[in-house]
């Protein structure tokens, strides 16, 4: 596993979770750097989160033929455009992969998943980040973090009670709009409505709290909403 980022700190941070090797992107040819490491046959699989011009270096770039990028996330700011022509040379693939929309197409899928990975974190071979913690009210400290880049790994934000009372009383809300509506929220049915088709501002209460916590509450809401009615 070869691990890329800007800082040697960080660096030797992906080493210790696993990276086999590494390279300084800063200060040297990302491309190259990989081909060094490989003997020059490449890579198989390209993890992206930062997109950018760091992006053309991943699978479209590289000697193996059918190599794979998977696109998570430009945390760069840039949009990368890859020449398709390198596509079609390389034989390789571009995946788009995120997550928060597969999780509500496919949601025993995705509980799937998600309980085999939680089998796997108490084992050394999926250890944790040492990251402490925030709690939620220290949210804004947790975004200026991200964007001066001092995050390593994930960020948690502990919700407080507050929030989980605010949730609950989503679900309240939304259970009692549901016999007022018609079509798939009608009748018995107690799901909430559909946060496709409806209004959650119909069964969001007015919640005391910073603009964050209406969106994470609002947010929240309709990822119930979605996989109660999947």
Known sequence: MIAAASTD????????????????YAREDLKDRIKALTSGNGVNVVYDPIGGSYAEAGAARQ????????????AS???PKIPLNLVLLKGCQIVGVYWGSFAMRDPARNRDH??????????????RPSTPPLPFERAGEALERLEKRLVKGKLVLVALAPLSLALAAVSARG?????KRTGDCAGNDLRPCDPWR???DDVLPALPGSAILQACVRASWCSAS?????
């Open 198 to 200: 409806d209004d959650p």
């Open 114 to 127: 998600a309980n085999k990975v939680l089998g796997w974190s108490p084992r050394a071979s999926c250890a």
């Open 175 to 179: 259970e009692a709009a549901s016999d």
């Open 63 to 74: 000697p193996r033929g059918r190599a794979a990028t998977l696109v998570i996330g430009f």
């Open 226 to 230: 979605w996989s109660a009615k999947s």
């Open 9 to 24: 700190d960080k660096l030797a941070f992906c080493r210790e979770h696993g990276a086999t090797d590494v390279s300084n």
């Open 77 to 79: 700011g840039e949009i």
